[in-house]
């Protein structure tokens, strides 16, 4: 019974949406440049088609075929693509495209192989067109797998239903298709262990960075994280370097661990008014703010609104309301090195309104 239960998963495996979402982009990538090329080479074939009997040019019944998979080939083409740049999504709909595609390919390539058949020929050509499908789209082994025997009994019921297929060794096509039902299984596999490693790699890198880039007593963003910014476009930033206010004397007189709580919660009022990922522990007792979400007046308002905020909420044991200064710059940004002038300015600003403060206490 486990034997069959692993053979089952084999055949018919349970992926994550995350999965899901990669093998349709590959599928479609794949597709997109399977298209073109049949596109391609079927036109060439119609265009010499014509240019040989243009005096006596008519459509036949194998014409007819190429110019249908040619226009079906240039609709999936174009959905493919959009699926493959994010303009439509669903994965139903690459499913769709995925089925779509196979069943034309295969009637397309076993009417050629029945007219080769019929015309003294091999017949590889729906062979071929199965292991091409098989190592380059990556299909569900089960789903696929029916596929290919449907095709098989389809084709060979038509070569026996025209002459008892006397001119085909049914043990070597049978012996191609079960080469082809095995790849078919191994090539999926294969494929998706690649992806689901690639994946969780990825997942891996992406935890250990956001674990790395953030402060773990105010759950901000770090120094790390904001050496970590890249500017690649010209932007505006609105930037706030902000410090609590005699926070060396609230150290003092109440202890280190009442100054971890009044930073958490002058943090955690701060994340109440902007994006985290907006929201920098700069060091010690000071704060970095810097957003391109706000125009300069809505920014002002927001930090009104959280020294508010902080000056309002009281910590057990500490009597007195917490304050904060903080000072302001706006500015255009083409670089990093733009960014690190804007934020020296508003440390600048913090350290003047900082200055007159001490002067006038």
């Known amino acids: 019974m486990e034997a069959l239960n692993k053979l089952w998963k084999k055949l018919l495996p349970k992926n994550k949406q995350e999965i899901n979402d990669i093998i349709d982009k590959g599928n479609m990538s794949s597709i997109r440049a399977m298209c073109l090329v049949t596109i391609f080479s079927e036109s060439f074939v119609v265009l010499r088609y014509y240019v040989t009997y243009r005096d006596n040019f008519y459509i036949n019944m194998t014409t007819a075929f190429a110019i249908a998979v040619i226009i079906s080939c240039i609709i999936m083409a174009i959905l493919a693509d959009l699926l493959v740049r994010g303009i439509i999504h669903g994965h139903k709909l690459s499913v769709s495209i995925v089925l779509a595609f196979i069943l034309i390919i295969s009637l397309f390539a076993m009417y050629t192989s029945y007219t080769n058949y019929r015309m003294g020929r091999q017949i590889i050509v729906l062979f071929v067109a199965s292991v091409a499908i098989t190592s380059f789209i990556q299909i569900t082994p089960l789903y696929h797998m029916i596929l290919l025997l449907i095709e098989f009994i389809i084709l060979y019921s038509l070569l026996y239903a025209y002459d008892g297929a006397k001119n085909m060794v049914f043990l070597n096509a049978f012996a191609y298709l079960v080469v082809i039902l095995i790849v078919c299984v191994i090539s999926y596999h294969r494929k998706n262990d690649s992806i689901i490693a690639a994946y969780e790699a990825k997942m ?40 609590i206010d005699f926070f060396k004397t609230i150290n003092d007189s109440f202890g280190h661990i009442k100054g971890d709580e009044v930073i958490k919660m002058t943090a955690s009022k701060l994340l109440e008014l902007f ?13 970095l703010i810097l957003t391109t979400k706000l125009d300069e007046n809505a920014f002002k308002k927001r930090m009104e609104d959280w020294e508010k905020l902080v000056e309002e909420t009281r910590i057990e044991g500490i ?24 934020i020296k300015d508003a440390d600048n600003k913090l350290y003047t309104i900082k200055k007159q403060r001490h002067e006038n206490s």
Do not use: H, P
């Not at 929201?279 to 007792?285: L, V």
């Not at 904060?324 to 804007?342: F, Q, R, T």
């Open 204 to 243: 891996r890198a992406e935890d250990y960075y956001i674990k790395s880039s953030e402060d773990q007593l105010t759950g901000l963003m770090n120094r790390f994280a904001l050496d970590s910014i890249t500017i690649k476009n010209e932007k505006t930033f609105c930037v706030a370097m902000t410090d």
């Open 319 to 342: 009597d007195s309301a917490i304050k904060i200064s903080y000072g302001i710059a706006v500015g255009v940004v083409n670089s990093n090195e733009d960014l690190l002038a804007l």
């Open 275 to 287: 994006r985290k990922n907006d929201c920098f522990r700069y060091g010690g007792d000071e704060f």
